[in-house]
């Protein structure tokens, strides 16, 4: 007693100001988040299982039974190390479920409210004792510190900043499955609290009392050792049931479910939590000897009552006093504020809910809140009420076992969730009611009285008179527990729900989902139907969240993608008021359809599941999984599109190119019923369907604004023994082959005509041979210079018109004309004159104006007949597509490699539809009977045989109409080799038509 | 996966030969810290498993 009681108070008060205003600088930003999200943070604030118990019971246990006070904290992490295979799968089932409880959990794998209840009827029973435990330490620290004749009341004062703590943290926001940084922040600074302080005594023992480690060493060794030879070793199988106590609390006790599973940020964090946790209670551990042995050395009998607090009597100095305060309501203050949080939410999920169900006509988050406010101080004031009437007449180490005791019995349910799918409800509950009798007889009752369940066991067990009462009753309770769990699970009925829910829990199990279809038709529907039991509001938002968890549109009508919103529903409902509640409502107001349609197991989800659980997969499982995934790959990497349908019409899959090739991503439409894919899909698959024959061939549909063909062949999987048949179509986009068909018809049509072209030369060469013969004959029978004028004339035209038909047999035969013709060097202006020439000879567009600006002294190297026949068919075109009155110029110029010609009129100019097809046979913008459509053609052909291209713009550079038809080739070399060709321009016109 | 099994190995081991831990306490020619070596080398262990553990999911 070294202390005054203001100054003592006033330590407190401004250590619980410390953790309002860390909580407030973390809600407000002032902390970085990146510091705040840091798994070494969340690995701190587990640092809450290290309560009251850490500080002072462990003092006691060690000054007791030595090292046997590390079963605390060597069961715990235990559990952590093997994070992976304990940890990891609840957090899984909790994070997927939103099960922020052990209730929770329970009720969600046997599918009853009532084990729910139960449940949290056990854990209330079993925790507040660890509350009342909390407290006392308080209580009697005060005590020691001040003297003060009424502890309690010191205690009663503190819970009540305690309590405005756990409302701030934890009941500020409805929903409960929102995390809290805040807590997780300010939970970590206190567990950062306990650890400082037990280390600087830790030290203070070391090198305060004792002159180092080998002054420790020799103090052992010498004076020491026979003061450790009056403790008490536990024997194995007591150090055992501790350990399995310990490792049991690190996921049964609702402050550590609370931490390690409902508050965890990752997966990550709770990885690296497996090593770190550890790692932070061994320092916690580590300076506990140091202060017994320390206090022995200075003269304290450690074997008196009271050996809870032998940190207070290493020194006299008020600020180490107050550090070992602190560090008490450190530990004290984090269990209080945690437990209360679970506990509130336990019993408001499955005791008030379950007592009194929401109806719609209330404000479900508010009354949920207030609910949860005035649940926590009650849990809270209730500890401190266990103190006041049973605590204050026990020791730590009585309360505390109690508790670890009481939930150790649902760790055989909680094992069984994981790892034994047969077990069912009627053996979870008859064994934990079992064993929750004989712990309540053999250690509740002795907390309330005098009576000891040793006196009641029977001469069989005599065996175990001498052992500690919470030794006997774990040993008898837990195995009695476990046996009658076995028996009845294996000897009754497990219902259809809990298996499903079994497999949906088991880390070995192979999860398959059933799908039926819902009376829903989309979300709007959803809230239509939800409002009946939540009121609107509450429905518009816990569907509007669950589509947005699930980036949903509200207009998603895909069978898959409704139950997975309904299943998002059901968990966000089950993190707010429990599983059981949340299963009725979905149940009730978002049922099933129930008109004959069956129910097939949800393959798509379950690859999807399969995908997530891959890492964990080991030897034949893994090796399976391995072959599933490059099955799945290849078909999603095959070179066609490929979909599969279940029997229902449900979209399975949807490959690569299929995506590709629709524009539309898999992940949009799978889940979708057949006929509401989008257009043209769902008409397209009807149609292959519908279809007598396996296949569809060269269906035209419009993809992407373009008339695409598609060939489609389908397969039916036929149900086989434990598999559902499915259509797996295959589509084939055809319309190259179509394209190429098209092609090669038309070819076949050119060759004809080709052939024919050849016969017709053939037949019009003789008369026209006549004519020529007899026009020439006109020289001699005439001396009239109009008649010789026009002999010479008709010998011309004959002359051209032979021309004319070689070039159209020349073009039949694939420009095979050429390789027979020697290339001259030719002047250009006299080669458009004559083309002007013959031009002028037809009397139409005779008020055309033509002007030829080509420069005299350029040249071009080719075949006359064949540029002239370029010259009139492009200048012909010219005329006819000019407007009465207009004018054709012609002009040429030199550029560095080329020489180039052009024509430019002002006509109409030529429609840009038609524009890359001019050069294709039978094209032409002419009436019909006024072109052939071969002008053109036979002009391209005539100019690549001469290294030429030609370019066509319209409306001409420079001009608002009229077309200018560009013509280069080759500038003659005439010293040096013809240089390499550059066929770019070509190149870019062939890629033009 | 098999990490894991190693992990479960060891703790189970341990739990059964951890009684072993308590003798230590008061006995002369026994280091007072070494229930706590032994249980720094299980941590250590779980940090090269861990790092393990991420190469092989990596």
């Known amino acids: 007693m070294n202390a005054s009681l203001a100054g003592i108070l006033a330590l407190g008060a401004s250590y619980l100001s410390l953790l309002f205003l860390s909580a407030m600088a973390v809600e407000k930003g002032w902390v970085s988040e990146r510091f705040v999200h840091h798994p070494t943070v969340y690995s701190l604030s587990l640092g809450v299982y290290a309560s009251a118990w850490a500080i002072y019971g462990s003092v006691e246990l060690a000054s007791q039974v030595g090292y046997g006070y590390l079963a605390y904290y060597l069961g715990v992490s235990g559990a952590f190390l093997l994070v992976s295979v304990m940890l990891v799968p609840i957090q899984r089932l909790a994070r997927t479920y939103q099960l922020t409880s052990l209730a929770d959990l329970f009720a969600f794998r046997f599918r009853s409210r009532w084990v729910g209840t139960l449940i949290t009827l056990i854990t209330l029973m079993a925790v507040i004792p660890l509350l009342g435990l909390q407290l006392k330490t308080l209580g009697d620290a005060l005590q020691r510190l001040t003297g003060s004749e009424s502890p309690t009341l010191l205690a009663l004062l503190f819970c009540v900043p305690i309590t405005l703590l756990a409302i701030m943290f934890g009941a500020r926001h409805s929903h409960l499955p929102v995390r809290h940084d805040t807590l997780l922040a300010v939970i970590a600074l206190e567990s950062l609290v306990k650890l400082a302080a037990l280390m600087l005594l830790g030290v203070i023992a070391l090198y305060g009392v004792f002159d180092g480690p080998s002054d420790l060493q020799n103090w052992l060794e010498g004076p020491g050792l026979v003061l450790q030879n009056d403790i008490t070793r536990l024997d194995t199988g007591q150090w055992r049931v501790l350990l399995l106590l310990f490792f049991a609390a690190a996921f049964l006790m609702p402050h550590m479910f609370h931490m390690t599973f409902t508050e965890t940020p990752s997966r990550k964090a709770l990885l690296q939590a497996g090593?770190?946790?550890?790692?932070?209670?061994?320092?916690?551990?580590?300076?506990?000897?140091?202060?017994?042995?320390?206090?022995?050395?200075?003269?304290?009998?450690?074997?008196?009552?009271?050996?809870?607090?032998?940190?207070?009597?290493?020194?006299?100095?008020?600020?180490?006093?107050?550090?070992?305060?602190?560090?008490?309501?450190?530990?004290?203050?984090?269990?209080?504020?945690?437990?209360?949080?679970?506990?509130?939410?336990?019993?408001?999920?499955?005791?008030?809910?379950?007592?009194?169900?929401?109806?719609?006509?209330?404000?479900?988050?508010?009354?949920?809140?207030?609910?949860?406010?005035?649940?926590?101080?009650?849990?809270?004031?209730?500890?401190?009420?266990?103190?006041?009437?049973?605590?204050?007449?026990?020791?730590?180490?009585?309360?505390?076992?109690?508790?670890?005791?009481?939930?150790?019995?649902?760790?055989?349910?909680?094992?069984?969730?994981?790892?034994?799918?047969?077990?069912?409800?009627?053996?979870?509950?008859?064994?934990?009611?079992?064993?929750?009798?004989?712990?309540?007889?053999?250690?509740?009752?002795?907390?309330?009285?005098?009576?000891?369940?040793?006196?009641?066991?029977?001469?069989?067990?005599?065996?175990?008179?001498?052992?500690?009462?919470?030794?006997?009753?774990?040993?008898?309770?837990?195995?009695?527990?476990?046996?009658?769990?076995?028996?009845?699970?294996?000897?009754?009925?497990?219902?259809?729900?809990?298996?499903?829910?079994?497999?949906?829990?088991?880390?070995?199990?192979?999860?398959?989902?059933?799908?039926?279809?819902?009376?829903?038709?989309?979300?709007?529907?959803?809230?239509?139907?939800?409002?009946?039991?939540?009121?609107?509001?509450?429905?518009?938002?816990?569907?509007?969240?669950?589509?947005?968890?699930?980036?949903?549109?509200?207009?998603?009508?895909?069978?898959?993608?409704?139950?997975?919103?309904?299943?998002?529903?059901?968990?966000?409902?089950?993190?707010?008021?429990?599983?059981?509640?949340?299963?009725?409502?979905?149940?009730?107001?978002?049922?099933?359809?129930?008109?004959?349609?069956?129910?097939?197991?949800?393959?798509?989800?379950?690859?999807?599941?399969?995908?997530?659980?891959?890492?964990?997969?080991?030897?034949?499982?893994?090796?399976?999984?391995?072959?599933?995934?490059?099955?799945?790959?290849?078909?999603?990497?095959?070179?066609?599109?490929?979909?599969?349908?279940?029997?229902?019409?449900?979209?399975?899959?949807?490959?690569?190119?299929?995506?590709?090739?629709?524009?539309?991503?898999?992940?949009?439409?799978?889940?979708?019923?057949?006929?509401?894919?989008?257009?043209?899909?769902?008409?397209?698959?009807?149609?292959?369907?519908?279809?007598?024959?396996?296949?569809?061939?060269?269906?035209?549909?419009?993809?992407?604004?373009?008339?695409?063909?598609?060939?489609?062949?389908?397969?039916?999987?036929?149900?086989?023994?434990?598999?559902?048949?499915?259509?797996?179509?295959?589509?084939?986009?055809?319309?190259?082959?179509?394209?190429?068909?098209?092609?090669?018809?038309?070819?076949?049509?050119?060759?004809?005509?080709?052939?024919l072209a050849a016969g017709v030369a053939h037949e019009i060469g003789n008369p026209i041979t006549g004519i020529s013969s007899l026009a020439q004959n006109l020289h001699y029978d005439s001396d009239d210079p109009s008649v010789l004028q026009t002999a010479e004339q008709i010998q011309q035209l004959t002359q051209r018109v032979s021309a004319i038909v070689g070039s159209l047999v020349g073009f039949a035969h694939g420009g095979r004309h050429i390789q027979n013709t020697r290339l001259t060097m030719l002047k250009l202006r006299p080669l458009v004159d004559e083309a002007l020439h013959l031009i002028h000879l037809a009397r139409s567009g005779e008020d055309i104006t033509f002007d030829n600006r080509c420069p005299l002294e350029i040249q071009v190297e080719g075949d006359t007949q064949r540029l002239v026949q370029v010259l009139v068919n492009l200048i012909g075109n010219a005329r006819d597509a000019s407007l009465p009155g207009g004018r054709v110029v012609l002009d040429a110029d030199v550029q560095e490699n080329w020489i180039r010609l052009s024509i430019t009129d002002e006509g109409h100019g030529i429609d840009e539809s038609i524009r890359d097809h001019l050069f294709e046979p039978f094209v032409t913008t002419k009436a019909p009977g006024e072109g052939t459509g071969l002008g053109l053609p036979l002009v391209y052909s005539i100019v690549r045989e001469h290294h030429g291209d030609i370019r066509i713009d319209s409306p001409a550079p420079g001009q608002a109409q009229g077309t200018r038809i560009t013509l280069r080739f080759p500038r003659p070399q005439e010293d040096k080799p013809q240089p390499p060709q550059d066929d770019s321009y070509a190149d870019e016109q062939n890629s033009d038509r | 996966m098999y990490i894991y099994r190693i992990m479960l190995f060891l703790v189970f081991g341990g739990y059964l030969l951890s009684p072993v831990l308590m003798s230590g306490w008061g006995v002369p020619d026994i280091a007072w810290y070494r229930p706590f070596l032994i249980w720094g080398g299980l941590i250590a262990l779980g940090v090269w498993l861990e790092q393990k553990r991420k190469l092989d999911e990596r």
């Open chain 1, 275 to 755: 090593w770190s946790f550890p790692l932070y209670l061994l320092l916690m551990a580590l300076p506990i000897p140091l202060i017994v042995w320390a206090a022995q050395r200075l003269g304290v009998d450690t074997s008196l009552p009271g050996g809870a607090y032998l940190a207070f009597e290493l020194s006299t100095n008020f600020w180490i006093d107050g550090l070992v305060f602190i560090a008490g309501l450190a530990a004290a203050s984090g269990t209080l504020i945690i437990v209360a949080l679970a506990l509130a939410g336990m019993t408001l999920n499955h005791l008030v809910l379950v007592a009194r169900p929401p109806d719609n006509r209330e404000n479900l988050y508010r009354r949920l809140l207030w609910l949860r406010r005035i649940l926590i101080t009650s849990v809270i004031f209730g500890a401190w009420l266990f103190y006041y009437s049973v605590g204050q007449r026990h020791d730590l180490a009585d309360m505390g076992l109690t508790a670890f005791v009481g939930m150790v019995q649902c760790l055989p349910g909680l094992l069984a969730i994981l790892y034994w799918p047969g077990a069912n409800r009627k053996g979870m509950l008859c064994g934990l009611v079992t064993g929750c009798t004989i712990w309540l007889s053999g250690m509740w009752l002795s907390l309330l009285s005098e009576m000891s369940l040793m006196e009641l066991l029977p001469s069989s067990l005599a065996w175990l008179q001498d052992e500690p009462a919470w030794y006997v009753v774990t040993l008898i309770a837990l195995n009695a527990n476990i046996l009658i769990f076995i028996l009845v699970s294996l000897v009754t009925r497990t219902s259809s729900g809990e298996r499903a829910a079994a497999e949906a829990c088991s880390v070995e199990a192979v999860i398959r989902p059933q799908r039926l279809p819902l009376t829903a038709r989309n979300a709007e529907e959803f809230k239509h139907l939800l409002a009946d039991a939540l009121g609107p509001d509450v429905a518009r938002r816990e569907v509007e969240n669950a589509a947005s968890a699930l980036k949903l549109s509200p207009q998603d009508n895909r069978p898959y993608a409704l139950r997975r919103l309904r299943d998002r529903i059901q968990a966000n409902l089950s993190g707010l008021m429990g599983p059981s509640v949340a299963q009725d409502i979905v149940d009730r107001f978002l049922p099933y359809r129930t008109d004959g349609a069956r129910s097939t197991d949800d393959i798509h989800f379950v690859e999807r599941r399969l995908e997530a659980y891959r890492t964990r997969f080991t030897g034949l499982a893994r090796e399976l999984d391995g072959l599933r995934r490059h099955h799945r790959r290849t078909l999603e990497r095959l070179p066609i599109g490929l979909c599969v349908f279940d029997e229902e019409g449900e979209l399975l899959m949807w490959n690569d190119v299929l995506a590709q090739l629709s524009g539309i991503d898999g992940n949009h439409v799978i889940g979708a019923h057949r006929d509401g894919l989008p257009s043209p899909w769902g008409d397209l698959f009807k149609r292959i369907y519908d279809e007598p024959q396996d296949y569809l061939y060269k269906q035209a549909v419009t993809l992407s604004s373009q008339v695409r063909h598609l060939t489609l062949h389908r397969a039916l999987l036929p149900p086989e023994e434990g598999d559902h048949g499915a259509m797996v179509i295959l589509i084939e986009d055809h319309s190259e082959l179509k394209w190429l068909e098209d092609e090669l018809v038309h070819s076949e049509r050119l060759a004809s005509i080709g052939r």
